[in-house]
């Protein structure tokens, strides 16, 4: 191990920020705002910084993304650092990551850290080292700004609460969408005891989150609550199976969010894994459904019924393949509709709806008023009736489709 320490501090940072990558789930909104204005210390959980990782409302956060280590005792065929995988490896110590932390922030580089890591003797020993550092930022340098832990698997209960205590948000990883998946590629994972961390995480969250009777005031412990990742592309599970999958954990679990990782395989046909990466688009749907589910009142059933084999249109947004789907229920009266009609009109988020309920109270909306929302006419047209308009025949067109499909490109052949 000690070999993993001799490269210098700068061949490590590029080492294991560029193996952190994988993990997706590093978002930072949810948290309670906090900064280190009238109080001393460093860092704080907002604004915009240069670190390439995006919130859900869009907004750009700024963190240190690494790992620990990528070194690892478990063997996961889909993990680019399992153990047989013959790729450089790296240690920080934990002093290291602290130094690293300030030292990016004072820069003003980031405004958080992302904190993951390989497996390096035992589940607890890692953990224990990224508690270490989560509470020496917090307890001796004051930092103040955003912190995400990815919880080791099997690290003891007492390990995972002390980590609470101290980061923002924690996420423990389902790893594939099926018990059986993680059987085949992870079986030194057992699925059973990743759902019982996850339950005992959203007790504690639940618990820590209601007032005392002495002092009327929440503790904090992982205000911006827990998520989790799961790889997709590594086994046959449909995008049905995963969406499936997706609502029982955030309805069980309390999830804030599950993030979704293309599976790229390594090639190593010992593995048995499927040789064709999946593509990137096939992510940006899952993320687009489970969005859907979500916030827009959409059941899982709903929005993967266009295809008999489970899996979402990849040339349509998932909101425009059901909408095509169930013309009969089209096109909605942007003056009359309630918000759960508007909601489901392919162009319309929850902001324009919004913004069109509030408007309407004050006069008959037409297209202008929608352009101004924001609204892209083209694609809603279809799928409306406003002041001064009505789809008429372009709502029963046989090539509505095709309208809304992406046009072929010219491949280059240099």
């Known amino acids: 191990m000690n070999k993993l320490m001799k490269k210098s501090l700068k061949e490590r940072l590029a080492i294991l920020s ?9 978002a930072s909104s949810g948290t309670s705002k906090r900064d280190s204005l009238g109080s001393g210390g460093l860092g704080s959980t907002e604004g915009s910084g240069i670190c390439h990782a995006y919130a859900p409302d869009g907004r750009c956060i700024s963190l240190l993304k690494i790992l620990l280590t990528n070194f690892c005792i478990y063997d996961c065929a889909y993990c680019i650092n399992r153990s047989s995988s013959n790729v450089e490896r790296a240690r920080f110590s934990p002093d290291e ?14 405004e958080g850290l992302f904190l993951s890591s390989g497996i390096i003797r035992s589940s607890d020993q890692t953990m224990e080292e990224m508690v270490r550092i989560a509470r020496d930022l917090r307890t001796i340098h004051n930092f103040r700004g955003y912190i995400h832990l990815k919880t080791i698997p099997e690290a003891s209960a007492a390990l995972i609460e002390e980590a609470g205590l101290y980061a923002d948000r924690l996420s423990i990883n389902i790893e594939l969408p099926t018990d059986a998946g993680i059987g085949k590629f992870a079986p030194e994972k057992r699925p059973d005891n990743i759902r019982r961390s996850m339950g005992e995480l959203r007790l504690k969250i639940e618990e820590m989150a209601e007032p005392t009777l002495q002092s009327k005031r929440r503790k904090k412990f992982a205000p911006a609550g827990q998520s989790t990742q799961m790889i997709v592309g ?10 499936g999958t997706s609502s029982r954990l955030y309805g069980s679990y309390g999830l804030k969010r599950v993030y979704y990782s293309a599976f790229s395989p390594i090639p190593d046909s010992s593995k048995n894994l499927p040789l064709i990466k999946p593509p990137l688009i096939r992510e940006h749907r899952l993320y687009q459904a489970d969005w859907l589910y979500r916030f827009y009142g959409f059941s899982i059933g709903e929005i993967t019924a266009s295809r008999t084999d489970g899996m979402l249109d990849l040339d349509l947004d998932p909101k425009l393949a059901w909408a095509l789907g169930h013309r ?11 918000k759960e009609r508007l909601l489901r009109v392919p162009g319309f988020g929850t902001k324009t709806v919004k913004g069109i309920l ?23 047209q279809p799928f409306v009736t406003a002041e001064g308009w009505t789809p008429g025949r372009l709502a029963d067109r046989s ?15 240099l």
């Open 18 to 26: 560029d193996a952190a990558k994988y993990d997706a789930s590093c």
């Open 97 to 110: 990551v602290v130094w690293l932390t300030l030292e990016f922030y004072r820069r003003n580089y980031i």
């Open 234 to 243: 590594a086994d046959g599970a449909s995008d049905a199976t995963i969406l």
């Open 328 to 338: 009969d229920q089209f096109p909605v009266d942007v003056n009359g509709a309630d």
């Open 358 to 380: 509030s408007a309407r109270r004050f006069r008959r909306l037409r297209l202008d008023d929608l352009k101004r929302l924001g609204v892209s006419l083209r694609k809603v």
């Open 399 to 413: 090539d509505l489709r095709a309208m809304f499909e992406p046009k072929p490109e010219q491949l280059s052949l």
